[in-house]
């Protein structure tokens, strides 16, 4: 019989607690026992895994989401590499971030710290329990998760890899657990004295009711509605390859380009040979009416403007200038990720600071924003909020900071009395505790 989730979060806090002041050469060994321990246990993964897609297939599941579902051996081998370059990045806990003397022989320190508990509820792509597994684990915190029912199967595999990976290492099992149901995440949600952040990843409506369901607090984003903006100063050459690898290479996921703007000054020598490379790779253009004068599409509509497709379909709108470009992309943008293509230093200047959002990129692919590639690691979702994390959240999304103040018998009476004074000085030094 399954465990109730108050009981889970307790379990899981009291985790937390032990793995917050472990000894980070643990946490890196339990990353690289987890490796090893994948790969050990292969046949079980891909067999459960064998399961849920046949499953899937049955149950109509369309093909992006089919594909994202896939766990084989390159996937493994995509975590495996994952987990050896997390282990070997510095230990984000316990680190200085400033120290000041605030009267003789007072220092104050402010240090790094694990967030607590984490209720992560992510999509149906089992390579993400690991990287949300592993980046708590690397974080110090402990994690509650629940992903698509899709992925049950494979992701109830793995969690038994991480878990045995985490008693190899001496740290405690429950600080990695799995939720299973829809039940599950609505109890998760009303665990405000348990958990300490709630990290959704899934549509926008979805994200808004966790919002509105939860006192924890939640962070996140909902949709990854991301523009690639062809600049009147673009090497069309370069265009057309960051434009279509943004929107090709993988369909699916949360930094695919969605929206393609173009700068009228450029838009009939671009769109003709790049609507030809979109139509190459199966996808559908949807247009302004400026597009449809020049290529055949599918007539865009308002609600185009605000969609995101994760398939093989591209709404393309003709700008008269950088700056209606920013207009448009702030107005119906997530705040995710957006490019923009320009030899001219000023006008990717602008855009690179007017535009709002947690990634802005100049000639290069959207599909760039990913807490791996970014070299933190991995990464437990991509924030598209300004507090107190933005982009995609690597370990040092999952810290926060407290106050360690250390003294030798100071009284505020003294410093009011006036036989001590402030003299708030900066000092480089590190917490010796």
């Known amino acids: 019989m399954r465990m109730d989730l108050r009981s889970m979060a307790i379990q899981s806090r ?258 003709p040979p790049f609507a030809g490379l979109l139509r190459d790779h199966g996808v559908e253009i949807r247009g302004d009416e400026a597009v449809q004068s020049l290529i055949s599409c599918v007539p865009a509509t308002e609600e185009d403007w605000r969609t995101e497709y994760l398939d093989a379909i591209l709404s393309i709108r003709i700008v008269p200038s950088l700056q209606e470009a920013i207009r448009h992309i702030n107005h119906y943008g997530s705040h995710h990720t957006d490019c923009i293509i320009t030899e001219d230093d000023r006008a990717a200047a602008e855009f690179l600071n007017r535009v709002d959002s947690a990634g802005v990129y100049r000639n290069v692919s959207t599909r760039f924003a990913d807490g791996f590639v970014y070299g933190l690691g991995a990464e437990v979702g991509i924030a598209t909020g300004k507090i107190h994390a933005r982009g995609p959240m690597g370990l040092d999304g999952l810290t926060t900071y407290k106050y360690k103040l250390l003294g030798q018998g100071q009284t505020m009476a003294e410093m009011k009395s006036g036989v001590r004074h402030y003299v708030h000085h900066v000092l480089s030094e590190k917490c010796p505790l």
């Not at 089992?126 to 980046?135: C, G, M, W």
């Not at 009147?232 to 393609?260: H, I, P, R």
């Open 14 to 271: 009291n985790a937390y607690y032990d793995l917050s002041v472990s000894a980070p050469e643990s946490r890196n060994q339990a990353l690289l026992t987890l490796a090893d321990r994948l790969a050990a246990d292969r046949k079980e993964i891909f067999s459960a895994n064998r399961e849920d897609l046949i499953q899937a297939e049955q149950e109509g599941l369309s093909a992006p989401l089919l594909h994202r579902l896939i766990f084989g051996e390159e996937k493994l081998a995509q975590v495996q590499e994952g987990l050896r370059a997390l282990a070997a990045l510095p230990d984000p806990v316990g680190e200085t971030v400033f120290c000041h003397e605030i009267t003789e022989g007072l220092k104050l320190y402010r240090v790094t710290c694990p967030i607590g508990v984490l209720g992560v509820i992510f999509e149906s792509r089992p390579d993400a329990l690991i990287q949300i597994s592993s980046l708590a684990l690397k974080s110090g915190n402990a994690a509650l998760m629940k992903g698509g029912r899709e992925a049950l199967r494979t992701n109830q595999a793995l969690l038994r890899s991480v878990r045995s990976a985490l008693v190899q290492a001496g740290l405690p099992e429950d600080a990695v657990q799995l939720l299973e149901t829809r039940e599950d995440v609505a109890e998760m949600l009303k665990q405000d004295d348990l958990i300490d952040l709630i990290i959704p990843r899934g549509s926008n409506s979805f994200v808004r009711y966790i919002m509105e369901h939860s006192r924890i607090p939640v962070l996140g984003h909902a949709d990854g509605i991301c523009h690639v903006y062809v600049d009147a100063y673009a090497d069309l050459e370069m265009a057309k390859k960051v434009a279509l690898d943004s929107k090709v290479q993988n369909l699916s996921v949360c930094n695919a380009e969605e929206t393609l703007l173009v700068h009228e000054a450029v838009a009939e020598a671009f769109l």
